[in-house]
């Protein structure tokens, strides 16, 4: 049984489908990017995974059981979701404080995660005067008190700067090393891209691939043909007709997918002139703008 | 439930709210006190045992319940608090208990500064003090009325989930309607939550009326835990149920 599953769930707010029929699993000792544009439905999909938001179907378990149904949750699973906030009166040592004692966790744990997180020098510094890494990082520390053996963190890497970013890559590294099963959702590939073992990509609230980086993502294993016509109108309908994939780009297209020699081909039939015509190397990015941009389903 | 418990309380001790309204409670309650005792030609017996009563810890511990709750959504702690102890309603109920607990110990401190204050004057002025047996009777009433109002103000405070506009319709409430409806009508205000049952529990009428018109004070506490009932189970439902986005 996986650490975390997620099966056929569907949360609707009212009329708007945040989530739809989302299916997948995360293991063990890998960590495991949860990427899609913003409003795709991720921060929803981990709420309904903590059990902050009730779904419509479908359910969304650690080991088979509701987050509710955890003894001791916090020593199973550690969250920090994207708006995770402190009293701003209350010191960062003293927020720990209260979640060791919630947690039943040894007081001494409190030490060691600020230690761990670097924040020993700030444990008596209120959190309202913290700046937004700092801030960060105190979620995190909250997150580990437990030692817990899922690592759910959404949005991580927000606020953070560059040696912040490296800090939390390594982290979650370590933890995976661990045996721990981490989920990091996140908006921006480039972030995550270097940490990751597996992603899910959603969008629309749907699922658009799951895998390994490379399998999903592809990079250059994937065609991307640039071409520009004199008629691109009339190119990108023959090109739609006989089934290739076609964005605009700039004063041209992009075709993904396919060669420059089969782009030529299909235009020489429809005898249209063309003006340029060039292979691109596929970028992690594009690809996965491109497995996220609406109907683009993979 | 103790962990939990003893959670909340640590939250309460943490932050300078509890301190700085333990000191606002404190100074206003000795205040009135004084002043009533050097400024006042002479009073009865009843008269000094009410005055003693006449902390302000109900009010500052109601506030707090409030803004103990509301203020998770507030500073939007919420979601980590339900993180830490996914049981919502043992959560509610762990967080009107401590603040029950907060406030008989938020009265103890103001009722026993008042009592040592006021026979302090009454000793230098040469006045007969209030017995010993009726302080102990106040305080127990004081402390009894102090956690009840406490819980009380969580459970609003989980219902309505809006610091401010909790805050201002319990200022409204206890200084404006439930005083009217007492008056205009005391037969039914002798129920109402903020004054009419405490009243009963503290066997002070207010505006002082007469006794005849409050109820026992068991059925003071009875009416109080009535009214947390109330409050809580319709906090309870609204917490289970929705959702925390």
């Known amino acids: 049984m996986a650490p975390v599953e997620i099966h056929n769930l569907s949360k609707r707010f009212g009329h708007v489908v945040a989530v739809k029929d989302l299916s997948f699993d995360i293991e063990a000792g890998r960590v495991t990017g949860f990427l899609g544009p913003n409003g795709a439905g991720k921060s929803t999909t981990l709420r309904a995974l903590l059990g902050l938001v009730r779904p419509t179907a479908g359910t969304a378990t650690f080991g088979g059981r509701n987050y509710e149904e955890l003894e001791q949750p916090s020593t199973q699973v550690g969250a920090v979701l994207e708006d995770t906030a402190f009293h701003p009166g209350r010191t960062a040592r003293n927020h720990l404080r209260v979640l060791a004692q919630t947690g039943e966790h040894p007081p001494q744990r409190v030490d060691d995660v600020l230690a761990q997180v670097g924040l020993t020098e700030a444990a008596d510094r209120r959190a309202g005067g913290f700046s937004m890494g700092m801030r960060q990082r105190l979620a995190i520390a909250g997150a580990l008190l437990g030692d817990p053996e899922v690592l759910i963190l959404d949005e991580p890497t927000n606020g953070l700067d560059p040696p912040g970013i490296r800090w939390m890559r390594d982290m979650v590294r370590e933890q995976a090393g661990r045996g721990r099963a981490v989920l990091i959702s996140s908006h921006l590939l480039a972030e995550v891209a270097q940490s990751v073992d597996d992603v899910v990509v959603i969008a629309g609230g749907e699922l658009r691939a799951q895998g390994t980086l490379e399998h999903v993502l592809g990079g250059d294993d994937v065609p991307v043909t640039v071409v520009r016509a004199q008629d691109n109108a009339r190119l990108a309908k023959a090109l739609t007709s006989t089934g290739h994939a076609v964005q605009p780009d700039g004063d041209g297209l992009v075709v993904v997918g396919s060669t420059p020699e089969q782009v030529g081909v299909v235009a020489g039939d429809a005898g249209i002139y063309l003006v340029g015509l060039a292979q691109r190397s596929r970028s992690l990015e594009q690809a996965f703008f491109e497995l996220t941009a609406d109907g683009k389903s993979l | ?245």
């Open chain 2, 1 to 245: 439930m103790t962990t939990l418990l003893g959670a909340e309380l640590l939250k309460l001790r943490t932050t300078r709210t509890f301190v700085t309204l333990v000191a606002l409670a404190l100074g206003l309650s000795l205040l009135v006190v004084v002043l009533t005792l050097l400024l006042a030609d002479e009073m009865a017996p009843d008269q000094l045992r009410n005055l003693f009563t006449a902390d302000f810890t109900g009010l500052f511990i109601l506030l707090l319940g409030v803004i103990g709750m509301a203020g998770e959504w507030r500073h939007k702690t919420i979601t980590g608090t339900v993180l830490a102890a996914p049981d919502r309603l043992r959560l509610l109920t762990a967080k009107a208990l401590s603040y029950a607990a907060a406030g008989a110990v938020l009265s103890f401190i103001v009722t026993v500064s008042i009592m040592l204050v006021g026979s302090v004057i009454l000793s230098l002025s040469g006045d007969d003090g209030v017995p010993f047996s009726d302080l102990l009777d106040v305080l127990w009433r004081n402390l009894l009325v102090a956690a009840l109002l406490g819980a009380l103000g969580v459970t609003i405070g989980a219902l309505v989930r809006n610091q401010i506009v909790a805050i201002v319709g319990l200022l409204i409430l206890s200084f404006v309607l439930e005083p009217a409806l007492y008056g205009l009508v005391p037969e039914v205000g002798r129920f109402s939550p903020l004054l009419g049952a405490p009243s009963a529990i503290s066997d002070v009428p207010p505006f002082d009326g007469d006794s005849d018109e409050l109820l026992a004070p068991v059925i003071g506490v009875l009416v109080m835990l009535g009214w947390i009932g109330l409050f809580f189970a319709a906090a309870g439902a609204r917490l289970r149920r929705g959702d925390l986005v």
